[in-house]
Structures are given as C-alpha cells and as structure tokens.
C-alpha cells in the first residue's frame, strides 16, 4: 500500500523545509545586506535587519583598494586550469582502472583517497619551501598545480564511478562491431560519459574556486585570487565588515551563478549511480 | 562462409578451469545451441569464439583460419547480447548502422542496408528513435538487426531471449530460427533453456561443469543420451532414474525411463503407487506417483486421463525405452 500523505502534513513539512532552508541561508543573506550597510549600521547592536540606510559605496571603495578583477581574473585562471590539469590526468587514470582494473585497483584508489584524510597544514612547510626555492610562490603556475593535484584523487574517484556505471556489455558490443580502440573511445564511450565529465568538472572548478589554504598560503597579490582578497580585508587595518561583505560578495558571486546555471547538471552528476 | 572449429581449447580463471578441454567443429550454415544449467561455461565459450576472453591454451578457427590471436573486431562475428547493449545515445538507424560506419562504407549503402534490415525486423517505423523509447521486443529486434547488416561469417547469440515474456519469447524463437535460415548464416546460440535448445537447434552441445557432455542433434540427444547427465538435461517432464533391484534385473546400475514411456492404468500391469499430485493441462496430463520401493515416479499421459491424486494406479515402464546406465552413468 503507498503510503498516505494529509493535507495537513505536507503544509507541516514544507513549512518546515523553508525554515531549514532559512537558516542554512541566513549568514549568506546577512553577508549581502552587511555589504549594503555603512560601517557603522555594520556594527550596530541590536543589528538592523531591513531598515538602515542602504548604500553602495563599499563596493566602490572596494574595488579602489583593491583591483577585483584581478583578483576574479586569478580566479578564473586557477579554477579552471587547476581543473583542467586534473581532468587530463584524472580521465585515463580512472578509465584503464574501471575498464582494465588488476588486483591492486582498489588499494591505488583507496591510497589516493587517503591522502585526502592528511590535513594539508602538515605539508604546508614543505611544499611552502619547495615553492620559495622554485620560483612559485605567487604564481598563478604554481597555484594552478597545488590545486590541481590536490583534488585529483576526488576527480579520479568521481570519474571512475561514473566510467563503472557505463556497462561493460556496450563496450564489448562496440568491439564486435569492427570499432579499434580509437572509434570505440570517440562514438561510444565518450558520448556515454560526457555527463560524468560535465559534472565532475563543474564540481571540480566550485572546490578549486573556494580552496582557502593554498591560496591563502601560497599567494600575496600578484596571482592572489579571490579568497585571498576577502581575507585581506579582515586584517591589517581592522575588520571593516560591511566592506569585507561586499568583498565576500563579490567574490561568490561569479560560482554563484556558475552553479546556479548548472545545477540540474551538478545534482543529476551527483546521483548519478544511486536514482538512474 | 562461416565453419567454426575449436581445438582443445582450455579456458582458467586464475587456477579455476573454467574450460578443461573442448574440441567443436561447427559447420557452415548451420545453427548451433550450447546449452547447460547455469555456470557450466556455455557463455565463456561463446565469448571465447567471440574473441572477448583469450584462451589459456587451444586453437580457434574460422574458416580453417586460427583466429585465436585475432581481436574481436577483426573477427568477422556478430554477437546479440543478453542485455542488447544497445548504445544509449544513437538511434535505431544509428545502432543498426554503427558495424558498416566503422568498416568505412559509405552513407547511401549504409542507409540502404539498415533499411532494408529495418524492413525484416519491422523496425521501419522506430528507424529514428533512441533505445530507451522503444519496448523490450523493439530493443531485440535492435539487437538482431545491428547483427544481421554487417552479413557477418556467424551470428553468436547469448540468452537474447531470456528478458522477454513468453509469449514474446516463443514468437521471437519463430523469427530467429526463420531468419537463419533465410540468411543462411551459421548461428552459436547459447541459452539455459532446453526447449529453445530442442526447438531452434540444427545441433545441440550440451555442456556441464566446462566439459562437454554431448553434441548431436536434438533428437539423438532424446532418443540416445550418451550419459545420465544428459539424459536428465534433455526433456521435459525430467527422466527418471531408478536405482536398486529393478535396474540390476535389467541389467544396469540406474535405468531411466522419461514420463512419456511410462503406461499409466488403473488395474493393469506394472509398478503399485499412489498419485501423490496429479497436473491437468487438457492436453496432457502429469502424474507425481509415489512407487514403495522405487520412490516417485513421475508420468506423462496425453490428453485427460481422469485420474487424481490420492488414487491408485498402475505404472507399466515401456521395455523399448528404457535407457540403461553403468555405475559412472554412462549409458550401456
């Protein structure tokens, strides 16, 4: 028998859902009314909800003192090849070990999983040094390859999840079909796992987008990307908030609507193996 | 063309033989059924002739030509896999027509092909849907048409017919052996199920534990079984086996007997028993007697015999028919 649902209930449970939902977005919705705020309503106990006198100026002081769109730009440039680097590794190492997988495929893939476990402070002063000696600190080379590899072992276990879901029966049909190795990737197995690829890419550039310790660590200003700039402004001078939120703001505004945009994407990508 | 042949071909595993030791000549043109209960290696077989598994020791040829280092793709084979395969996100024409783009022939013979294999399997009309609109039968016919277009050396088909309800199964058992024929291509057709295996087989291998038990046709297979193991496979209703004092009057370790050549009276002659559970089907009608002494015996009569369970009877086995096994179940 389905089981029944009254009126009562579902008014009851959506009720509820939008107040989960409230609460969960409530510090974002704060961060972008602060950004709105003059310092001084910022501050202001008991904290002025709706009534305050709104303004624009801190994002205009904002991107005085420091330039937003380099900062984007560093974003952007690190996000994406940081991704791409892991993609271009993360694409054959997951495929020979869904497709060809030996008897050591599951401890490889239980090792890269891992090293995600250590915190990353623990190698901080190693990688900083390497970096000092080489040249790398500050660099949008240098970030784009620490970001890379370091989430390579979640790109390589998201591909692999989706190449093991693309059966194996289809391969073999593209194989008795007269496909070489080369036709079979580009007509059949590539099609298949393009919405994987998709989404695990997306997923990729919104983790590399909001990384904070490396980049915080790693950079000052030249290839400083935008974590680094809302983190400039808790600091030296002071906490400014309302001009930290309007650089928070801005800062999440760019994968805001990157994910807004790609949800259905992200959330069939997610749940690919578990609803079809 | 398309005579298969397999020269001890040995198949493990690991150390698990999956395949000890099978020697097969297929002949060209003819349709050939591996059939056996489940895990007796009648599906690594085929992927063995397929190409899809490599062979531990032993030689495949097609055509007198060793084959055994051959890819898949170069093979020259169609297969019609159990679950279709069908790829997601091409429609039907594409599908159908994936085998000759990728021999490289070109569109208008591509497009003329396909359609007329659309023609046979009445596809025409689905030509340019996805797979996943199409039904259970719809997929099949898919199936069997990306096999048909390529006029491959062989078809191989694994269990194409196990997915589908049996009415669609029957039907479709019809169309694969017609299309056979018609293409007068030579077909390795495995499946579990001994009537498919009766029914469509030019030549029935039946197979147990890797080895194979038996290759003959199917009524050799009924009528002379090699061994206890077959003739239990073979038929339906099941053989019986009857062990003790009344297989050494005749001779024999174990006499079998199927249900079909037992006579069943009310007060004739033959074994004492009580019908345990008595099955009408109009058409016949079976009978599960228990015999003190022998066990249950079971009995096939044609047409309604009016007789029901708890009743006495009579079991006259028909002399003619009795089979005759050794203590290692060979036949005598």
């Given at each position: ?229 809302i983190a400039s402004y808790s600091s030296p001078e002071g906490l400014f908030w309302a001009k930290l939120s309007a650089a928070s703001t801005m800062a999440i505004a760019p994968i805001l609507i990157l994910g807004w945009f790609s949800q259905k994407q992200l959330v069939r990508g997610l749940t690919f193996g578990a609803v079809k | 063309m398309g ?330």
């Open positions: 028998m389905a089981r029944r649902t009254t009126n009562s209930q579902v008014a009851v449970s959506t009720v509820g859902a939008w107040i989960v939902g409230f609460i969960i977005f409530f510090p974002i919705l704060w961060m972008i009314l602060t950004s709105f705020k003059t310092e001084l309503d910022a501050f202001a106990t008991p904290p002025k909800f709706l009534f305050f006198h709104w303004t624009t100026e801190n994002y205009g002081i904002v991107q005085q003192r420091s330039d937003y769109f380099l900062h984007a730009m560093n974003s952007i440039i690190t996000a994406v090849g940081s991704t791409v680097i892991a993609m271009l590794i993360a694409i054959p190492a997951a495929w020979s070990m869904a497709f060809a997988p030996t008897k050591r495929t599951k401890d490889i893939l239980l090792w890269m999983l891992s090293t995600k476990m250590m915190p990353p402070v623990g190698v901080l002063v190693p990688i900083y040094l390497i970096y000092r000696d080489t040249q790398l600190l500050d660099t949008r080379v240098g970030l784009i390859i620490v970001l890379g590899l370091g989430n390579l072992p979640i790109v390589v276990w998201m591909l692999f999840t989706y190449f093991k879901e693309i059966p194996k029966d289809i391969l073999e049909a593209a194989r008795m079909d007269g496909a070489s190795i080369g036709k079979e990737l580009i007509y059949v197995l590539t099609p298949m796992a393009v919405p994987g690829i998709a989404s695990t890419l997306l997923l990729n550039i919104i983790l590399a987008w909001n990384e904070a310790f490396w980049t915080l660590n790693l950079t000052t200003s030249a290839a400083a990307p935008l974590t680094t700039f | 005579s298969i042949t397999l020269e001890h071909v040995k198949k493990s595993f690991g150390t698990n033989d999956i395949i000890p030791d099978a020697s097969l000549e297929i002949a060209d043109k003819s349709f050939v059924v591996f059939v056996g209960p489940s895990g007796c290696g009648k599906t690594t077989l085929l992927r063995l002739i397929a190409g899809l598994e490599d062979t531990t020791a032993g030689k495949i040829l097609i055509d007198g030509k060793d084959v055994t280092n051959v890819p898949p793709a170069k093979r020259g084979l169609s297969m019609v896999f159990q679950s279709y395969a069908l790829y997601p996100h091409m429609s039907v024409r594409g599908n159908i027509g994936f085998g000759l783009k990728m021999a490289g022939a070109p569109k208008a013979e591509i497009d003329k092909k396909v359609e007329h294999a659309a023609g046979i399997l009445n596809l025409t009309s689905y030509l340019e849907r996805k797979p996943r609109e199409l039904s259970g039968g719809q997929r099949q016919r898919v199936a069997i048409g990306r096999a048909i277009v390529r006029e491959p050396k062989a078809f191989l088909f694994d269990e194409p017919l196990s997915n589908l309800d049996a009415a669609l199964r029957v039907q479709m058992r019809l169309e694969v052996t017609r299309l056979q024929k018609d293409l007068a291509t030579t077909a390795v057709y495995v499946t579990h199920d001994q009537v498919e295996a009766m029914t469509m087989a030019d030549k029935i291998v039946v197979l147990n534990a890797g080895r194979i038990e038996q290759y003959g046709s199917p009524l050799e297979l009924y009528e002379r079984p090699v061994n206890q193991f077959v003739a239990g496979f073979i038929g339906s209703p099941k053989m019986n086996f009857i062990g003790g004092a009344a297989a050494k009057e005749a001779g024999a370790a174990t006499i079998g007997i199927r249900p079909e050549h037992i006579t069943v009276t009310k007060d004739g002659e033959g074994w004492d028993g009580m019908v345990n559970v008595a099955e009408h089907l109009g058409s016949d009608t079976f009978l599960y007697v228990d015999v003190p002494g022998i066990g249950q015996l079971t009995a096939r009569g044609t047409g309604e015999l009016g007789i029901h369970s708890k009743q006495k009877v009579r079991l006259m086995p028909q002399q003619q028919h009795l089979h005759r096994f050794d203590e290692a179940g060979h036949a005598i």
